[in-house]
């Protein structure tokens, strides 16, 4: 997201409100909004103390600046705003970056994929984990990737030659544990953290420079014979394969939060195919609801986000809160399309409305008869202050919650994972922007798991950031 709250990397000392208002003489005359999926809480200032006015104004909304100051309390920066005729503050991280002259409120995103940097490889058929016949893109030296990196940079990344150049210089460089991203916006950075990061694997590799930008690195031989990655989007557990003298190593790689993988694409396909053969279990119950809807394991293995909302939504309502079809049909998903409605401000049925209420009458009765919750009880006061927007983070982490808690359901899903014998590369957000190569290499057969809830803000009914996850650390 680009918000008035990130660092400034002109002037790492201070955040791009400076740049962007403070430091803007016609700061009065910006026009500025809510981020995409936030919701800003407005507070009012009594003896240089916050208090919540209780106004949640929605994503997109525009605002007007007060002051080009902002204002620091408990250690948090806040932007003096008005609001419907109302004055208060809100985080600057909940504002969005204004219009610049070009009218573009934020630089275009590249548009890459992992795919792009490998369109020139040799198309091959291997075998991947345990696997057969896998389509790949192959490479057998460092030049052919290089050549396939540069084909796609020039070929897929439009209107942004600073970019490119970065990208090539780095590519020419002797010592690659360092990367040069001065001056590239932090979208971009992340982006390429984020595709660029599946090829990086195999750069360093072709180099013999493992060893100097991943921890551990034992698990790697030392002549690389071929590079490799898949290319059937069904093939979701990893995104390239090594191959060296001795030994093959699949990776899965992550950038940041990405470290935290879907559990719905990942895990519960394989679910499905084996939970005949289950002992009754929360985990044997999800995969019993996505087959009751009719999907197959590959359609949800495809990571498709619509067929993964629509279980969420469906095992929370059946499994979590024990809602019959006969109070709430959810047919064809209307409770998600209700709360969506609700946040553009559309008038809901009759029936539209008993279902919201159906619902969230039934989350209370959940906390109360709960002990314990993922989320903590800052998570639960925000679900309760803020629904009906919260019911999508309310599912992603009782589900997260009920997996976590079920030592039987920990233990299937523990042996998919632990059956798979690949390593999860993790990409340092914080070490990347500032130009450092440092890679986290994680097996999941010694591995902890952790299923959590939402990498989503609890009020973003979207979730954007993903619905149930899982972290292997």
């Given at each position: 997201?680009?918000?008035?709250?990130?660092i400034?990397?002109?002037?790492?000392?201070?955040?791009?409100?400076?740049?962007?208002?403070?430091?803007?003489?016609?700061?009065?005359?910006?026009?500025?909004?809510?981020?995409?999926?936030?919701?800003?809480?407005?507070?009012?200032?009594?003896?240089?103390?916050?208090?919540?006015?209780?106004?949640?104004?929605?994503?997109?909304?525009?605002?007007?600046?007060?002051?080009?100051?902002?204002?620091?309390?408990?250690?948090?920066?806040?932007?003096?705003?008005?609001?419907?005729?109302k004055?208060?503050?809100?985080?600057?991280?909940?504002?969005?970056?204004?219009?610049?002259?070009?009218?573009?409120?934020?630089?275009?995103?590249?548009?890459?994929?992992a795919?792009?940097?490998?369109?020139?490889?040799?198309?091959?058929?291997?075998?991947v984990?345990?696997?057969?016949?896998?389509p790949?893109?192959?490479?057998?030296?460092?030049?052919?990737?290089?050549?396939?990196?540069?084909?796609?940079?020039?070929?897929?990344?439009?209107?942004?030659?600073?970019?490119?150049?970065?990208?090539?210089?780095?590519?020419?460089?002797?010592?690659?544990?360092?990367?040069?991203?001065?001056?590239?916006?932090?979208?971009?950075?992340?982006e390429?953290?984020?595709?660029?990061?599946?090829?990086?694997?195999?750069?360093?590799?072709?180099?013999?420079?493992?060893?100097?930008?991943c921890?551990?690195?034992?698990?790697?031989?030392?002549?690389?014979?071929?590079?490799?990655?898949?290319?059937?989007?069904?093939?979701?557990?990893?995104?390239?394969?090594?191959?060296?003298?001795?030994?093959?190593?699949?990776?899965?790689?992550?950038?940041d939060?990405?470290?935290?993988?879907?559990?719905?694409?990942?895990?519960?396909?394989?679910?499905?195919?084996?939970?005949?053969?289950?002992?009754?279990?929360?985990?044997?119950?999800?995969?019993?609801?996505?087959?009751?809807?009719?999907?197959?394991?590959k359609?949800?293995?495809?990571?498709?986000?619509?067929?993964?909302?629509?279980?969420?939504?469906?095992?929370?309502?059946?499994?979590?809160?024990?809602?019959?079809?006969?109070?709430?049909?959810?047919?064809?998903?209307?409770?998600?399309?209700?709360?969506?409605?609700?946040?553009?401000?559309?008038?809901?049925?009759?029936?539209?409305?008993?279902?919201?209420?159906?619902?969230?009458?039934?989350?209370?009765?959940?906390?109360?008869?709960?002990?314990?919750?993922d989320?903590?009880?800052?998570?639960?006061?925000?679900?309760?202050?803020?629904?009906?927007?919260?019911?999508?983070?309310?599912?992603?982490?009782?589900?997260?919650?009920?997996?976590?808690?079920?030592?039987?359901?920990?233990?299937?899903?523990?042996?998919?994972?632990?059956?798979?014998?690949f390593?999860?590369?993790?990409?340092?957000?914080?070490?990347?922007r500032?130009?450092?190569?440092?890679?986290?290499?994680?097996?999941?057969?010694?591995?902890?798991?952790?299923?959590?809830?939402?990498?989503?803000?609890?009020?973003?009914?979207?979730?954007?950031?993903?619905?149930?996850?899982?972290?292997?650390?």
């Open positions: 997201m680009a918000h008035l709250g990130q400034d990397r002109r002037n790492p000392g201070d955040v791009v409100f400076t740049r962007y208002v403070t430091k803007n003489p016609d700061w009065n005359k910006l026009k500025i909004r809510i981020e995409n999926g936030q919701f800003a809480e407005m507070f009012e200032d009594k003896n240089n103390e916050l208090e919540s006015m209780d106004i949640n104004i929605h994503p997109r909304t525009e605002i007007k600046l007060v002051s080009n100051e902002y204002k620091e309390f408990e250690k948090k920066k806040y932007a003096n705003i008005e609001y419907q005729r004055k208060g503050y809100v985080l600057i991280s909940k504002i969005r970056k204004p219009t610049d002259d070009l009218g573009a409120e934020r630089p275009q995103k590249l548009q890459i994929l795919e792009d940097f490998t369109e020139k490889g040799k198309d091959e058929k291997i075998t984990l345990t696997k057969k016949d896998v790949v893109k192959l490479f057998e030296t460092f030049d052919e990737l290089k050549k396939s990196v540069i084909w796609g940079l020039n070929n897929r990344i439009h209107d942004n030659d600073y970019v490119i150049e970065k990208i090539k210089s780095y590519l020419d460089k002797d010592d690659l544990s360092e990367i040069d991203l001065n001056g590239i916006d932090d979208s971009h950075i992340d390429l953290g984020v595709y660029f990061g599946e090829i990086l694997i195999g750069i360093l590799a072709f180099k013999n420079q493992l060893s100097d930008t921890t551990p690195s034992d698990m790697f031989g030392i002549n690389l014979k071929s590079f490799s990655i898949p290319t059937d989007p069904a093939f979701k557990l990893v995104d390239s394969s090594l191959t060296f003298d001795t030994t093959t190593v699949s990776v899965s790689s992550k950038y939060k990405g470290a935290a993988a879907s559990f719905m694409s990942n895990i519960l396909p394989y679910g499905m195919k084996k939970h005949l053969t289950y002992k009754n279990c929360f985990f044997k119950k999800m995969c019993m609801v996505a087959s009751k809807m009719g999907y197959t394991s359609q949800v293995g495809a990571n498709r986000f619509k067929f993964s909302k629509n279980i969420t939504f469906e095992v929370g309502l059946r499994e979590v809160l024990k809602i019959k079809k006969a109070i709430v049909k959810n047919t064809n998903h209307s409770l998600y399309d209700s709360i969506r409605k609700v946040a553009m401000g559309q008038e809901l049925t009759q029936k539209e409305n008993q279902e919201l209420d159906e619902v969230i009458e039934a989350i209370e009765d959940y906390f109360i008869k709960k002990k314990t919750f989320g903590g009880e800052q998570v639960i006061l925000t679900i309760r202050n803020n629904y009906p927007f919260t019911i999508t983070s309310f599912f992603n982490y009782s589900v997260a919650s009920n997996l976590n808690n079920d030592p039987l359901s920990k233990k299937y899903v523990s042996d998919i994972i632990g059956g798979k014998d390593y999860q590369a993790n990409l340092s957000k914080t070490k990347w500032k130009g450092i190569i440092d890679i986290k290499m994680v097996s999941p057969k010694s591995a902890s798991l952790k299923i959590l809830g939402s990498m989503s803000g609890a009020t973003d009914f979207t979730a954007k950031q993903g619905l149930v996850n899982y972290e292997l650390k």
